[in-house]
């Protein structure tokens, strides 16, 4: 049944689109003098220059001034412009990205993606190396469906495509500064122009601080939130010949932010006190008090373990110093070289190199003990090469190449869980065994009641990628055009990793309660020694490093046919097949199991839509309806284990489905005046899956739906435009987002729930007419709504993570 708070916005929706139908053709009118038409934005969804509504596929797209008078500053402010696309975060920091209800619930740096993201055609296949700022964007294009066909990675959910502002003929320059709360003070600019003969460049900044933390702790005055990333870009174009031209560009970021706390609000089964079970009887003194008396209000509200706390060594169980805060970086390299065989005939080479650094330090207990701290550190290298050609004739284009990747990657966290209760369960039970055989190491009790308080996972991950593709389309009649695609792809992991002990706090509760828990299935285990593996395998009878290998081939493609009856009215539908290569996750892993992987996931998409310009296109309205039919979905689910009642791994869920409606409409209701609404109606189901709940028992998920996947999704957005006198110009945009409730967890335990909300943002500005300056005034959240992207647990108790609380500021900026 459709709930009372989504009927109302369908109706919304509904009673708008129809005003609009109905009074539009009076605007028409009154308005036939001027200039009304809804812009046509140009896309390279197919990787040539076309207008969005032109295409047989759902696109939304917005330019970069757009981006601007909206105030989208990062990859998660997008996503109250495209309803059908949100980010969450993961208890390690890592964004996860859903379109339509497709994504992937990971918490490691080095999973990619069920959406693709891109920068001038060049994948960035892992989301953390979008987390730097955002800087001179020409436009964003956000497609939607699997996209095997023409970009280097599949992906089975859609991808963004983020295409940078090229290096100009002509000499222009710009400088933006910002002030806000928070102590916000931001900067960006750019100079482009004529290098030499042939030869122009661009260099492009954008620093983002905020020196005031927006999150408070509830037990002691202290904050976090504090920003402050910086990114630069340098670009050059190069004609050496009438048939030769070559792109080089450079980017790099730092982010030194601070890592976002999390809000406790309850506990996991086997520690819930209200349960009873034995674990229960462990939380640190004082916890159940704190949760039951600290029901977070609003997003500002958290708590972290004191530094106190974290920092002192106990035994050896070293502590974790310095700032909650990243210190991450990220270089990239691209080169573009395109070569004029003939005037229909083009060779193109992309090469890129990616280099991700992390090193950061994050805490999220959501109170004010030692549950769960980490510091975290990867790398990631990637480099890839493409080679393809592409051509036209009067009724064709065409395009084949192929493509090749290799990553390397490290991923590795150590983790403190000194007051986390199943350590003093684990530690108690380690003391009662001190006088049995299991004691080889012949441990005292001290050592044992200062075990398990650190740990380290690693995991090194090497991933190729190969694939060869071919797309084109053909007119068959001035109307109706046929377009086909298709991309093999053979995809290889080589994965080596585990949990290990750190300093030889893990020895006790390993060679002692471990071995003899594992006793009467695998006989007397031989022990770890300082630094091992700790990760048992059944297998072998044996703790050690996990090994494992993926080597996966796929088929990729799409058809679809447009049918244009009259210029327009563009009417569609396609059939495509998409694929997301296997993934190995790096665990908190007890038994080797939860290191195992995930094989690759297949999503056949079928898709009708219609894309119509209305009242002498002073209206564009597009709509689109999906069935997808998904099979082998990788998800993060919960595992069985002996110890700890429930711990994480990767899992496939065999069969599944989503469906729905997809739509956009923009109004150029005045030549000053536009609207666009936009609003994803969505239905998604696991078909027939039994898995395991956070209780460590075997539960059927059938009919349950996908994590993160409301079942409404809306915005609607207002830009005006207009001239205040001769010189002087008014601008204004306002942006409101609106979500139904959905769930972070497939279990259905309500302390997973995300309510719906709804968020408001919006500027004013003035501006000169000759484009010389503009001043604005802009807010995020201007309700202070408080909502949560992410839910999640720490073995112990269940968190949120808080949406931030809201921000306004003031901008001025220079343009030559």
């Known amino acids: 049944m459709i709930e009372t708070k989504t009927l109302r916005a369908m109706l919304a929706l509904g009673v708008s689109a129809g005003a609009l139908m109905s009074f539009a053709p009076a605007f028409a009118a009154a308005e036939a003098d001027q200039t009304t038409t809804v812009d046509a934005i140009v896309v390279t969804a197919q990787r040539r220059e076309e207008t969005a509504n032109s295409v047989g596929m759902a696109i939304q797209a917005f330019r970069g001034d757009q981006l601007e008078k909206l105030h989208v500053t990062n990859v998660k402010d997008l996503a109250s412009v495209v309803p059908s696309f949100s980010v969450s975060q993961s208890y390690q920091g890592v964004p996860t990205y859903t379109l339509r209800g497709i994504g992937f619930n990971t918490i490691n740096m080095s999973a990619t993606s069920t959406v693709g993201t891109y920068v001038d055609e060049v994948a960035y296949a892992y989301p953390m190396m979008n987390t730097g700022p955002v800087m001179d964007l020409a436009r964003v294009e956000v497609l939607k469906g699997p996209q095997g066909t023409l970009y280097g990675r599949n992906t089975t959910a859609g991808l963004i495509d983020f295409v940078t502002n090229k290096p100009t003929n002509d000499f222009h320059a710009q400088v933006s500064a910002e002030v806000g709360n928070y102590k916000t003070h931001n900067f960006e600019g750019m100079i482009s122009g004529p290098l030499g003969d042939k030869v122009q460049g661009r260099l492009a900044f954008r620093t983002d601080d905020s020196d005031e933390g927006w999150q408070k702790s509830n037990s002691r005055g202290e904050k976090l939130g504090e920003v402050h990333r910086y990114g630069v870009r340098g670009a050059l174009a190069f004609q050496p010949t009438d048939a030769l031209a070559i792109d080089l560009s450079y980017t790099a970021w730092k982010n030194q932010s601070d890592t976002v706390a999390a809000q406790g609000i309850g506990f996991t089964p086997s520690t819930d006190p209200a349960l009873g079970k034995t674990t229960s009887l462990f939380n640190a003194p004082g916890l159940a008090s704190y949760i039951a008396t600290h029901v977070p209000t609003s997003g500002d509200q958290a708590d972290w373990a004191p530094y106190s706390t974290r920092a002192t060594d106990v035994g050896t169980g070293l502590g974790i110093g310095g700032p909650l805060r990243e210190n991450n970086t990220f270089n990239a390299v691209k080169l573009r070289v395109g070569y004029d065989l003939s005037d229909d005939v083009k060779i193109v080479s992309l090469t890129s190199y990616n280099k991700l650094k992390r090193d950061a330090v994050f805490d999220w207990s959501g109170a004010p003990y030692e549950i769960l701290v980490q510091h975290a550190e990867g790398d990631i290298e990637s480099i890839a090469e493409e080679l393809h050609a592409e051509g036209h004739t009067d009724k064709a284009n065409w395009l084949v190449g192929a493509y090749y990747g290799k990553d390397t990657i490290l991923d590795s966290n150590r983790t403190l869980l000194g007051q986390n209760a199943n350590v003093p369960f684990i530690r108690y039970y380690t003391l009662t065994l001190l006088g049995t055989p299991f004691n080889a190491g012949g441990y005292t009790p001290l050592q044992a009641s200062q075990a398990f308080r650190t740990y380290r996972d690693v995991g090194n991950i090497k991933t190729t990628t190969e694939s060869v593709f071919a797309n084109g389309d053909y007119r068959l009649t001035e109307a109706l055009k046929?377009?086909?695609?298709?991309?093999?792809?053979?995809?290889?992991?080589?994965?080596?990793?585990?949990?290990?002990?750190?300093?030889?706090?893990?020895?006790?509760?390993?060679?002692?309660?471990?071995?003899?828990?594992?006793?009467?299935?695998?006989?007397?285990?031989?022990?770890?020694?300082?630094?091992?593996?700790?990760?048992?395998?059944?297998?072998?009878?044996?703790?050690?490093?996990?090994?494992?290998?993926?080597?996966?081939?796929?088929?990729?493609?799409?058809?679809?046919?447009?049918?244009?009856?009259?210029?327009?009215?563009?009417?569609?539908?396609?059939?495509?097949?998409?694929?997301?290569?296997?993934?190995?996750?790096?665990?908190?892993?007890?038994?080797?199991?939860?290191?195992?992987?995930?094989?690759?996931?297949?999503?056949?998409?079928?898709?009708?839509?219609?894309?119509?310009?209305?009242?002498?296109?002073?209206?564009?309205?597009?709509?689109?309806?999906?069935?997808?039919?998904?099979?082998?979905?990788?998800?993060?689910?919960?595992?069985?284990?002996?110890?700890?009642?429930?711990?994480?791994?990767?899992?496939?869920?065999?069969?599944?489905?989503?469906?729905?409606?997809?739509?956009?409409?923009?109004?150029?209701?005045?030549?000053?005046?536009?609207?666009?609404?936009?609003?994803?109606?969505?239905?998604?189901?696991?078909?027939?899956?039994?898995?395991?709940?956070?209780?460590?028992?075997?539960?059927?998920?059938?009919?349950?739906?996908?994590?993160?996947?409301?079942?409404?999704?809306?915005?609607?957005?207002?830009?005006?435009?207009?001239?205040?006198?001769?010189?002087?110009?008014?601008?204004?945009?306002?942006?409101?987002?609106?979500?139904?409730?959905?769930?972070?967890?497939?279990?259905?335990?309500?302390?997973?729930?995300?309510?719906?909300?709804?968020?408001?943002?919006?500027?004013?500005?003035?501006?000169?007419?000759?484009?010389?300056?503009?001043?604005?005034?802009?807010?995020?959240?201007?309700?202070?709504?408080?909502?949560?992207?992410?839910?999640?647990?720490?073995?112990?108790?269940?968190?949120?993570?808080?949406?931030?609380?809201?921000?306004?500021?003031?901008?001025?900026?220079?343009?030559?």
């Open 482 to 816: 046929l377009t086909a695609g298709i991309r093999y792809t053979q995809d290889k992991q080589d994965f080596a990793g585990c949990s290990r002990d750190f300093n030889g706090n893990m020895l006790p509760n390993v060679n002692v309660t471990n071995r003899a828990l594992f006793f009467g299935a695998n006989g007397l285990v031989a022990p770890i020694t300082q630094g091992q593996c700790n990760t048992f395998n059944p297998t072998t009878h044996s703790f050690g490093i996990v090994t494992s290998k993926l080597d996966e081939d796929n088929v990729a493609w799409r058809v679809s046919l447009d049918w244009k009856p009259t210029d327009n009215v563009l009417l569609y539908g396609a059939v495509s097949r998409g694929a997301k290569a296997g993934a190995t996750p790096i665990n908190a892993a007890n038994i080797s199991t939860q290191d195992a992987p995930a094989r690759q996931e297949l999503l056949l998409a079928y898709e009708t839509g219609i894309k119509a310009a209305l009242f002498e296109r002073r209206v564009q309205a597009n709509v689109s309806a999906f069935y997808y039919d998904y099979k082998d979905k990788q998800l993060s689910v919960y595992f069985a284990d002996p110890i700890y009642t429930a711990l994480a791994r990767l899992a496939n869920v065999p069969k599944s489905e989503a469906y729905g409606l997809d739509g956009d409409v923009t109004w150029r209701v005045t030549s000053s005046l536009t609207l666009m609404g936009s609003g994803t109606w969505l239905h998604t189901e696991v078909k027939g899956y039994t898995g395991i709940n956070a209780a460590g028992q075997t539960t059927s998920f059938d009919g349950k739906p996908f994590l993160y996947s409301p079942v409404f999704q809306g915005s609607l957005t207002a830009l005006y435009n207009h001239d205040l006198t001769d010189k002087l110009g008014l601008q204004v945009a306002i942006n409101g987002h609106h979500q139904t409730k959905s769930h972070a967890d497939l279990d259905g335990n309500p302390l997973f729930g995300i309510p719906d909300y709804s968020t408001l943002n919006a500027s004013i500005g003035i501006h000169a007419l000759d484009d010389k300056w503009e001043a604005a005034l802009w807010g995020r959240n201007l309700t202070d709504e408080y909502y949560w992207s992410a839910v999640s647990s720490n073995a112990n108790v269940v968190v949120r993570f808080p949406g931030q609380t809201r921000t306004f500021g003031a901008s001025f900026t220079v343009k030559y």
